[in-house]
């Protein structure tokens, strides 16, 4: 059998059976200190896709760092068929500054397709898409709520993908979400050029959150074997499928206040239910917020102080409470049951 070509990128050249960490030249900051986007390349024996999976393109989600950081630990990786590329910081300005955008204050997922003279966020994107996605069959990308918000672990993808769709119930989050695309992100970007991206979100920024990140490897893997890339040896089965929800809403904070909630990320809720409550300081003025449709919460805000307006719950619709909340429940299992796939990791 003849043995398989390298994997160049940038001039390095990876050997089959080899995996190594390349630096592609980002930027250069005011005091001179070069600043490059770190990729780690397993370049498998046998031919097979070549998949990325990428985290911290807005550099608080820090969550996601932690999932490829466990991802590259799995002992299924040794084994790997086709090529897999990981990106842990997409954003390494945000990620040292503990932000969520660039130093220009763009939003790099707003930035896509990008050019190679424009803004540095413009720039960032070209590079990114150029020199991994459209090298990939396939993408992976993980994502968190923004700081003081959390998400319950999901899945998103467009309405129009049949092939996204099945990957995402390969995938097993608690939920997947129809999403439209956005104009400037990288899912849209990815698609004008013919790549699918799976967009996963969970946890809150600058926070970890261990359901999470068990959620996310487990179906980063789950993926991997249904491509072809890894055996199913130590992957957890799905035990029970996704939560399928083809809209939602954000709920909003009618007046300005102190937010006390009542229900939690995952917690389903019927038309009509009280999931919070915004009071003045003085406890004279309150206004209660009640679930408009029955649905799962998917989102919720984590900082007791809002404004009026502020984004509070984001409601996913479902057309059965009572089987969404057996879905959850069972869900909830399966997820305490996952291995940790890093044996010393306690959060």
Known sequence: MPRRAPFTIKNTQIEAGAQRTVALPVSVLSDHTPVAMSVHVIHGRLDGPTVFVSAGVHGDEVIGVEIVRRLLRTPNLKSLRGTLIVIPIVNAFGFMNH????????????????????????????????????????????????????????????PDNPRTAKLAEVFGAPVILQSPLREGSLRGAAKDIGKDVLLFEAGEGLRFDEMSVRSGVAGILRVLHHVGMVSAKGISKTKTPSQYCNSSKWLRAPVGGLLRTFKADGDVVAEGDVMAAVSDPFGQVEREILAPFSGIIVGRAVMP??????????????????????MMVEMNDQLTDDPLFDEDEII
């Not at 993408?139 to 968190?144: P, Q």
């Not at 984001?314 to 057309?319: G, I, N, Q, S, T």
């Open 99 to 158: 932000s969520r955008y660039l130093p220009d204050r763009r939003d790099l997922n707003r930035s896509f397709p990008g050019s190679s003279d424009g803004s540095l966020a413009s720039r960032l994107a070209h590079l990114f898409l150029n020199e991994i996605v459209a090298r990939c069959d396939l993408g992976i990308d993980l994502h968190s709520a923004a700081i003081h918000r959390t998400n319950l672990p999901q899945i998103r993808i467009s």
């Open 305 to 326: 102080v809002v404004n009026e307006g502020d984004a509070v719950f984001h409601l996913a619709r479902v057309k059965s409470v009572s089987r969404a909340e057996e």
